[in-house]
């Protein structure tokens, strides 16, 4: 073992010699910059998630409005204002809908019609804290701002404090093509 001991000091005293706690900082520096542009491309492990719904849809009971499974919040991000003292189109009261708000297009399977649905932070309050849904269906990337809902859509309002988010159906989707 005195030779693993040897070698490692020889091997340390080489770089002590060739290099400078600046230029380790500056190495340390780019590992951490560019391990922070490989992690956001690495995939996500949604497993866990596939089968809580695959168990609820076993139950065989259609989602109410205070769950999250319900149609009308297939982009939802955020506490339910049903849950929260409001509605599903209304915000509780002491709390305003933000001016802005980002939009989704969900699928009712009751109708088989595709509708677009607006999402609207309630803003004012502390958040709620109950019934918290992150759906995320086909969510697009943060630089599509009104297509993405990992923002903070209080920021226009007054107070900037989000409480909960709900989900007005705004008109039915026109097919592509």
């Known amino acids: 073992m005195k030779w693993l001991d ?44 596939a089968a809580g719904a695959a168990m609820k849809k076993a139950g065989g009971k259609a989602p109410t409005e205070q769950d999250c499974e319900y149609w009308r919040y297939c982009a939802q991000d955020g506490y339910l204002c049903n849950c929260c003292g409001g509605t599903a189109t209304s915000c509780p009261p002491g709390t305003e809908a933000s001016k802005v708000s980002w939009i989704g297009t969900c699928h009712n399977p009751e109708d088989g019609k595709d509708y677009l649905i607006s999402y609207n932070d309630c803003c004012g ?18 630089y599509r701002m009104g297509l ?30």
Do not use: Y
Request: net charge positive; glycine share 8%.
């Open 6 to 49: 040897e070698f490692f000091e020889r091997r340390t005293r080489k770089v002590a010699q060739r290099a400078s706690r600046r230029s380790a900082l500056i190495g340390i520096g780019k590992l951490l910059v560019g391990s922070a542009f490989v992690l956001p491309v690495l995939p996500f492990d949604r497993t866990a998630q």
């Open 125 to 142: 309050k502390t958040a709620c804290g109950r019934c918290f849904c992150n759906t995320n269906e086909r969510e697009m990337p943060g």
């Open 148 to 177: 993405h809902n990992d923002i903070n859509w209080c920021m226009a309002n007054d107070s900037t404090m989000f409480h909960c988010t709900m989900a007005t159906v705004v008109g039915l989707a026109q097919p592509q093509g």
